[in-house]
């Protein structure tokens, strides 16, 4: 990848009545992103969300230290505000590599986080607890599927690689978190959905928060489906899976696994003594019958429930709308919510007053057709934009005529990981197109960005618009408002 | 057993050697973790009919054998004797969850009474799904005697059927403490407990037999096809025990009309797994007040629905109309006779006799509809299929069964699947004879006399399909014709004698001056084929003579690129020749070049066929995984 600078796209990043300017940089599969808001006395509040890039990333260690250098210099070595949206590498894994820079040269002034990282939140407690052992079970199962003649753990390493270093590892994203939160300057905040509040500093700025629900069955939600009920019943069971995880995992602390297995004792004939059983030696060890044995079946289960601890952590998503009290204008960013996440948005409500003394009531319905900037959720893939949906509120509903969305994307790493077909999905990617008539930039370097002049659904004044707001380098996408 | 479709009480699965003709083992009627919530908790047992066979421990029979080896408890289960006398004399083991030798029990009675429906509704014997030995020179398909069944294969709420292990394999659980669950906390849920989700699974494997391409999703409709036939045959068989339905009709009494206690019924199939929904989503559902109410169907569905299950639903959801339409038709009389001319019945309890007779016509028109739905499968394309080809299929299958429509079957089954809008959308009308497969009628002379060649070697087909041959046997000699028919073919190739049967069957097998790009040539110069299966069927004709029929299916194959990845896409053709004439009775084409599916594979392979088949490698359990993605 070429390091030179070049202006893809012409544009005064920085005239005089900026609002905002947002950073997303190209890094790879991965998310970071600095929102610099203008304060009253012109000077810049810096907001960084998120800063990864995923697991099988070669070299991470400087590619993220340049991300993190370039976030030394423009924030001069403080950032008002950290969001960490969720608990993947490909959103947290820049703070360790790129540790000496975060440590020693940037000054975190507040970190926000989702409820569902609150220790002294009960339920939240248990969601980690849970999601420890649950993912200690799929290490498990993929450390005896990879050591099975003939079997291979890709399927479930290609999600792990998500989660990135087992828990208790110093690299793991719980250690990063903790590593955060124990910073001495730093003031922690969780939230909750339905918390709004002015951002600080930068009056004219509202901060609503949308996600994680607060009710485990819409957590667990990850499918689209027609019918809410019907969406969450079977992730749900794979999600629980406690048979699976009690026999991966069966001597884990207080647990007791007797209950999972499905006969008294005095039925259970010991697997070990299975050769000297004659009905077992003629007909499931019989030479040339290898292709049909079961041993295999159970352990790729596990795939199904690594794939939905990985909705669920998507879930967990800090999801923030940022609304400009003078304008109206709405900046998305939603981290990886999927779909059980934002179903719960159009049922939460505001009451606010705003630091003009105006009282307002703002619903999820009225910011939507406001946002002018979406940050793409979980980098578009199918489950990550509600579209096409009878209920809730989604994409259909951002309907401002200057609307651009950025999604981080890197489809030669997906490829690479397996998840080419949904990673982008390509009928979303279509639908984002059609909805920012063709203001959508990719971060993908193999992405050629869209050329203002080519997009002729836009007027002549929304071109010049669009030129202006948006520059594209090669380490990263300048958006401006 | 040569292809002889027997009377409607005959079975080709049963030994005539033996006095007995049947086992009965006696069963589950509803999952046991659903019968919790039924008034008619202790009525919960049926008894099963299983042909009679003489069976292993295991059990391990002609058919299947089920092994149970539970991995995920490092555990196996002692095989139950069902030949034990005193197990045959008390009808089998008393139904007893806690019971590993019940549940074995209990796998086999379904499976085998789902392949006895199979049999019967066919008129010939099934096979497995052959497999491809590579290392095995001579043996180039080697025969698999038995489906292998694990009833506790895995921890999970879940069942699939393995293409590749021939297997079908049943997942346990615990009933989840989580008071957001939808199970009943406490206790195990087994799947291999439950009728519905055994036959489901019999289904899929017995499918994959007869039409092995039906696994390759080439448009939304195929593996929803999989999953909506295997659900049609579970309800279907599930409601020809008159047991199942007898409290029920009860139950009903005055509101026969509506029908809604059946279709209530069919919606609490699969409940206690949170699978298998696809009923409920199809039928009706419960409205606000908890009572349930059948579902408008939505001519518009079919175009927005792409999810497997939720699109197999509409075609579920159109067979079942079809059945209740035609239960309405059948009891009709009765309970005008019942009502002294009426038909308003009056306040209380139903008469027994009455309730057992609307019973028995209950489960006869579910066999009836079953069998339809069964015979229908030799007169789909090899591959590729749509709901519309089906229907087609549907109706042509039963024409040629039974010219007469007398009870108007035909007619609430093209209804109900119109209002569903699942129809081809090539027709210009929706009658019974546009519906009708076109004949060979339009062969020409060439066409005409090669396909005499194909259908007078054919001939000793049904003659060497002997009765009492064992499977094995029989296989081996389908097995030999499939290669003859290529044999015979392939040198045809180029010599123009096929006159324009390539435009009748959609196949390209002559060379182009310019060549199709992602299609195999032969060592011929022709394009490749394969003659993937080769089934013979004898009926009996409209004046009761029998008529011997061989349906052809002949696949070809193509490689396009979608968004940089390669894939397959799939054409060929179900060829239906009349041994006597030796003619052409039904070319069911689906060319291998043809634009407008190609665009439709496109749009299907970068949407929904994305998120259902996962990952970019290759899925090895296809079944299993389109249940997991439930």
């Known amino acids: ?481 | 057993m040569p292809p002889v479709a027997k009377g409607k009480n005959g079975s080709t699965a049963a030994s005539v050697s033996g006095a007995r003709q049947w086992r009965k083992l006696r069963g589950y009627a509803f999952d046991p973790i659903l019968s919790q919530q039924f008034e008619t908790a202790g009525l919960n047992e049926i008894v099963f009919r299983a042909p009679w066979e003489p069976l292993s421990p295991g059990p391990i029979g002609d058919y299947v054998e089920v092994i149970d080896y539970d991995p995920a408890s490092k555990a196996f289960y002692e095989p139950v004797n069902l030949d034990d006398p005193s197990i045959v004399g008390g009808d089998g083991l008393d139904p007893d969850e806690s019971n590993p030798q019940f549940h074995q029990q209990f796998v086999y009675a379904v499976a085998m009474t789902t392949i006895r429906n199979f049999e019967q509704a066919l008129g010939r014997k099934v096979f497995w799904t052959r497999r491809n030995e590579k290392k095995a020179k001579d043996k180039w398909e080697l025969f698999v005697p038995r489906l292998r069944i694990y009833p506790h294969a895995f921890r999970g709420a879940n069942a699939f059927y393995s293409p590749d292990g021939k297997a079908l394999a049943f997942g346990y659980f615990p009933a989840s403490g989580d008071p957001t669950g939808v199970q009943l906390p406490g206790g195990v849920v087994f799947t291999c407990l439950s009728h519905d989700i055994i036959a489901h699974e019999t289904t899929h494997s017995l499918l994959d037999t007869i039409l092995p391409r039906y696994l390759d999703a080439t448009n939304p409709d195929v593996l929803a096809f999989h999953e909506a036939f295997a659900d049609l045959v579970a309800l279907f068989q599930h409601f020809s025990f008159p047991e199942v339905l007898h409290q029920q009709i009860a139950k009903t009494r005055g509101d026969l009309a509506s029908q809604s206690q059946l279709g209530e019924l069919a919606q609490q199939f699969g409940q206690a797994t949170g699978l298998y929904g696809g009923l409920r989503e199809a039928i009706g559902r419960l409205n606000e007040d908890g009572k349930w109410e059948p579902l408008k169907p939505d001519p518009t569905a079919y175009e927005t629905t792409e999810e497997p299950h939720a699109r197999g639903a509409l075609l579920v959801g159109a067979v079942f109309d079809a059945f209740l339409t035609i239960y309405r038709a059948r009891v009709e009389d009765l309970i005008r006779i019942a009502t002294g001319g009426s038909g308003i019945l009056p306040a209380g309890a139903l008469p027994a006799d009455l309730t057992n007779r609307l019973s028995r016509e209950a489960a006869k028109s579910a066999q009836h509809i079953l069998g339809i739905c069964i015979r229908a499968l030799d007169y789909c394309p090899p591959v590729d299929i749509t709901f519309g080809d089906y229907l087609r299929a549907l109706i042509t299958a039963d024409v040629d069964l039974v010219p007469e429509d007398d009870h108007h079957y035909r007619v609430a089954i093209i209804e109900a699947f119109r209002r569903r809008g699942l129809y081809p959308r090539d027709l210009r009308t929706l009658s019974e004879q546009s519906l009708h497969w076109p004949s060979g009628d339009q062969l020409d002379a060439a066409g005409r006399k090669a396909i005499a060649v194909l259908a007078k070697k054919l001939r000793d087909l049904p003659q060497r399909s002997h009765h009492k041959d064992s499977r094995e046997k029989t296989f081996e000699i389908w097995r030999e014709f499939r290669r003859t028919i290529h044999h015979i073919i392939t040198p045809r190739i180029g010599k123009d004698i096929l006159g324009n049967l390539e435009d009748i069957s959609g196949l390209v097998l002559l060379p182009r001056k310019k060549a199709i790009p992602g299609m195999k040539v032969s060592k011929r110069k022709g394009y490749s084929f394969e003659v993937h299966s080769v089934r013979p069927v004898r009926r009996h004709g409209p004046g009761g003579e029998e008529v011997d029929n061989i349906v052809l299916g002949i696949t070809q194959e193509r490689w396009i690129n979608v968004n940089g990845g390669q894939y397959k896409v799939l054409g060929g053709c179900t060829l239906i020749l009349d041994l006597d004439t030796l003619t052409l009775r039904y070319a069911i084409r689906k060319p291998i070049v043809d634009k407008q599916r190609d665009a439709r594979f496109q749009r299907w392979a970068e949407g929904t066929f994305a998120i259902t088949s996962g990952a970019g490698a290759e899925i090895r359990e296809p079944i299993a995984h389109l249940h997991l993605n439930a």
């Open chain 1, 1 to 481: 990848m070429p390091r030179k600078r070049k202006k893809v796209v012409n544009g005064n990043g920085a005239a005089n009545s900026q609002k905002v300017r947002i950073r997303t940089y190209r890094h790879g599969l991965g998310d970071c992103h600095l929102l610099a808001f203008t304060k009253p006395d012109g000077s810049a509040f810096h907001l960084l969300i998120d800063c990864g890039v995923v697991n099988r990333t070669r070299d991470p260690g400087p590619l993220m230290t340049r991300v993190a250098k370039d976030i030394v210099e423009q924030t001069g070595g403080v950032l008002d505000v950290l969001v960490a949206t969720h608990q993947h590498t490909d959103h947290l894994s820049g703070f360790k590599q790129a540790e000496d820079e975060f440590k020693n040269n940037i000054k975190m002034k507040r970190l926000w986080l989702a409820w569902t990282e609150d220790p002294a939140n009960p339920l939240g407690k248990k969601i980690q607890d849970q999601l420890v052992r649950k993912l200690k079970a799929v290490r498990t199962a993929a450390k005896k599927l990879a050591s099975l003649k003939g079997e291979s753990a890709a399927g479930i390493n290609r999600v792990l690689d998500f989660f990135g270093a087992a828990p208790g590892h110093a690299s793991s994203t719980q250690a990063i978190l903790d590593a955060l939160q124990k910073r001495k300057e730093t003031e922690i905040s969780y939230h909750d959905p339905g918390d709004t509040f002015v951002l600080p500093e930068v009056p004219n700025v509202r901060v609503y928060v949308l996600g994680p629900p607060t009710n485990p069955a819409q957590l667990k939600m990850t499918t689209p489906s027609k019918s809410k009920r019907q969406g969450y019943e079977v992730p749900e069971i794979a999600a629980d899976a406690n048979g699976l995880v009690d026999a991966l995992q069966p001597n884990d602390g207080d647990v007791d696994t007797e209950l999972s297995y499905p006969f008294e004792k005095w039925h259970r004939r010991g697997a070990n003594t299975m050769r000297q059983n004659k009905f077992f030696r003629e007909h499931y060890f019989r030479k040339g019958q290898s292709w049909r044995r079961a041993d295999n079946y159970w352990l790729t289960c596990a795939e199904q429930l690594a794939l939905a601890l990985n909705d669920f952590t998507n879930n967990t998503s800090l999801a923030l709308a940022f609304e400009f009290i003078d304008s109206g204008e709405v900046l998305l960013f939603p981290g990886d919510a999927q779909v059980g996440s934002w179903l719960t948005w159009a049922d939460l409500g505001w009451n606010v007053t705003d630091p003009n003394g105006e009282k307002r009531y703002v619903r999820v319905a009225d910011l939507f057709p406001r946002v002018v900037f979406y940050k793409s959720s979980h980098h578009a893939s199918y489950n990550g934009t509600l579209s096409g949906y009878i209920e809730g509120v989604g994409l259909e509903e951002m309907t401002h005529p200057n609307l651009v969305c950025v999604v981080p994307v890197d489809r030669a790493m997906s490829k690479e990981m397996g998840w080419d077909r949904t990673l982008p999905w390509t009928p979303l990617l279509k639908r984002l197109k059609e909805k920012t008539r063709g203001r959508l930039v990719l971060t993908d370097h193999n992405e050629i960005p869209p050329d203002p002049k080519t997009l002729d659904t836009l007027s002549k004044t929304e071109r010049e618009r669009f030129a202006e707001q948006v520059l594209v380098t090669d380490d990263h996408v300048d958006y401006t408002l």
